[in-house]
Nanobody
Framework: QVQLVESGGGLVQPGGSLRLSCVAS????????IGWFRQVPGKEREGVSC????????YYADSVKGRFTISRDNAKNTVYLQMASLKPEDTAGYYC?????????????????WGQGTQVTVSS
């Protein structure tokens, strides 16, 4: 069964850090792009970051650039999103998704497989 499973979300104070994990099963990430998106209820899903597993090239939304770092461990079939200097506006459900064409698009339609999401809440 092809699936992605996120973990690592939780409640953190402003300025804190979290590391999200996205583990793939049923397929290997070697030639995929993995994107992280986030969504707040009532708002559109927003692209946050993306990495191409083949060469490690990575991309970030302006809102998280310099604070978030995406990385991958192909041996573990896992992509990570290290989040630092978290702000209340980072509060959202975070989802990872796989694009078999490795485009690293900000458009949801480019991604074929989605995880169930993990909640990140930044609050004092």
């Amino acid at each position: 069964q092809v699936q992605l499973v996120e973990s690592g979300g939780g409640l953190v104070q402003p300025g804190g850090s979290l590391r999200l994990s996205c583990v793939a099963s049923g397929f290997t990430l070697d030639y995929y792009a993995i994107g992280w998106f986030r969504q707040v209820p009532g708002k559109e899903r927003e692209g946050v970051s993306c990495i191409r597993s083949s060469d490690g090239s990575s991309y970030y939304a302006d809102s998280v650039k310099g604070r978030f770092t995406i990385s991958r461990d192909n041996a573990k079939n896992t992509v990570y999103l290290q989040m630092a200097s978290l702000k209340p506006e980072d509060t959202a459900g975070y989802y990872c998704a796989a694009d078999p064409w490795a485009r690293c698009s900000w458009h949801e339609n480019a991604y074929d497989v989605w995880g169930q999401g993990t909640q990140v809440t930044v609050s004092s």
